[in-house]
């Protein structure tokens, strides 16, 4: 320290000739320590094996750590405090009364409680009458209702009759509900011996990461099957990963050159499948591989064996030859993939349906990821495009520019009230979706959906709802219409 009263001594400036020269030779030492490791050029088809997705997590962090919080990598899970959302505190399940007929049917029918650590429920057996404990291996879902598997001798996980449900806070047979049919203890037990309650066998290719089916039995009581990552993973909708990994594991200059073709110029990422830079079919196979499922059952092997990405060996990476594989026949009631009687997508697993049926699809570049977060499938693209507000009014005016300024005309409802929003009139609340147990309406994604009234006059709110009379309840269909008709005749249109 400088003694006081006095000037510290000055400090010695550097010389610029040896600045020059030091920082010179550290541009030459950058240089060549870049151009001894030469850039290697990669063709565009490839086959590669999966990795998981904490391979992926350790390059690409920031990612990894939004997708462990997305419902996709929370889909299957182990039972814990922390998965498990049903009530196993030593709880019973009795038949509801409608459905007690037999001697007994008002005993309870099932016992849900933990042991040990481990979560249980046991079924009362329709000829014995004794509780049969079956232990809890897996829980899948959380958000709307959760499903039990219990994994058998023979390797199937087979999923057990009684779910929870969110939305009632209690369990409930759910394929009863959904199909309409009557709960028994009889057809509880003989829920589990249908095919498709082999869990791994059906419902796992859209639950895991990478399903493989070694080896199973025509009655579904024997499986050899694997996955990659429980949930829906990275390798899921990029495709499998070794060779991405070992392109860039040894070689930062493969990182850095292809960190700039991609951004700046477009190209495909080496050796993995980045979605936006895929054809259009391409892109939305790895949405609709689960959220299309209006296939016929043979069709889901080819789901299952689908991989997102490029291949010389041909594997399949393209399944928009299926989007459409059955018709809208008008009045369609097969669960989750029902019909209006106009013809429009009703049904929960009709929502990417509703979509490709939309002008938006076939004539323009609309993308699932340009609202959903995907790699937080929840969350939206960006804060308010998920919802009626301006943040989604302006995604849809870039396209259809000439409405802009022209909101209260367009719609007939003053700019920023209800009805002034492309969501009101054009993504109306009419996807039905029963999966908790309740019913829930959710928004149709055909944007291109005009409200028409009159198809409400002709087949009945239940046959054919609008978008008017979902606001408008004290009004009947023939009073929108004729508003309808009205402007359209206002408009030249008449």
């Avoid at 106009?342 to 076939?362: A, Q």
């Avoid at 149709?444 to 009945?460: A, K, V």
Wanted: net charge negative; hydrophobic share 35%; proline share 7%.
């Amino acid at each position: 320290m400088a003694q006081k009263g006095k000037k510290p001594p000055p400090r010695r400036a550097w010389n610029p000739f040896w600045q020059r020269w030091l920082g010179g030779g550290v541009l030459a030492l950058a240089a060549v320590i870049f151009f001894s490791t030469e850039y290697e050029s990669y063709a565009s088809l490839y086959d590669a094996d999966y990795v998981g997705a904490e391979t992926c997590g350790a390059c690409h962090k920031i990612i990894y750590d939004q997708w462990q919080e997305s419902p996709h990598a929370k889909m299957t899970r182990k039972p814990s405090a922390a998965s498990v959302v049903g009530d196993f505190n030593d709880t019973t399940w009795t038949l509801p009364p409608e459905y007690q007929k037999l001697p007994g049917d008002d005993q309870p029918a099932a016992h849900i409680f933990q042991q040990d650590g481990a979560y249980y429920m046991a079924l009362r057996h329709p000829t014995t009458g004794q509780f049969v404990p079956f232990r809890i291996d897996y829980v899948i879902g959380y958000q709307y209702r959760q499903t039990y598997l219990t994994l058998e001798p023979g390797g199937v996980l087979r999923k057990l009759p009684l779910e929870w449900s969110m939305g009632q806070q209690a369990f409930f047979p759910y394929w009863n509900f959904q199909e309409g049919s009557t709960p028994s203890i009889e057809d509880l037990w003989a829920q589990m011996t249908s095919l498709n309650s082999a869990w791994n066998l059906f419902c796992a290719r859209c639950h895991t990461t990478h399903l493989t089916i070694v080896q199973k039995d025509a009655d579904h009581t024997f499986a050899e099957t694997y996955w990659v990552n429980d949930g829906i993973a990275c390798e899921a909708c990029h495709g499998p990963g070794s060779q991405h990994v070992n392109y860039f594991a040894g070689n930062y200059v493969n990182r850095v050159v292809a960190f700039l073709n991609s951004n700046l110029r477009g190209q495909p990422v080496a050796f993995i499948a980045n979605p936006p830079q895929l054809t259009r079919g391409q892109d939305l196979s790895t949405c609709a591989r689960c959220h299309g499922p209006d296939i016929s059952m043979s069709t889901t092997e080819v789901y299952r064996v689908y991989e997102p990405g490029y291949s010389r060996e041909g594997r399949i990476n393209d399944l928009s030859d299926y989007f459409k594989q059955f018709p809208l026949t008008p009045g369609r009631t097969d669960q989750t993939v029902e019909v209006w009687l106009d013809g429009r997508p009703k049904g929960i697993g009709m929502l990417f349906r509703s979509f490709i049926e939309s002008v938006c699809y076939e004539q323009a570049e609309v993308r699932c990821y340009d609202c959903h977060d995907p790699h937080n499938n929840k969350q939206p693209a960006r804060p308010g495009i998920l919802e009626a507000s301006a943040v989604s009014n302006d995604y849809c005016l870039a396209c259809h520019s000439q409405l802009a300024g022209q909101i209260a005309q367009h719609s007939r409802h003053e700019a920023g009230t209800a009805g002034s929003f492309c969501y009101d009139c054009h993504l109306p609340r009419h996807i039905m979706n029963l999966g908790d147990g309740t019913l829930r309406w959710t928004r149709s994604h055909t944007f291109s959906y005009i409200p028409q009234p009159e198809l409400t006059e002709q087949f009945g709110p239940d046959g054919s709802p609008n978008a008017c009379n979902d606001c408008h309840t004290d009004q009947s269909a023939a009073w929108a219409a004729g508003w309808v008709e009205g402007w359209w005749a206002a408009d030249g249109n008449g």
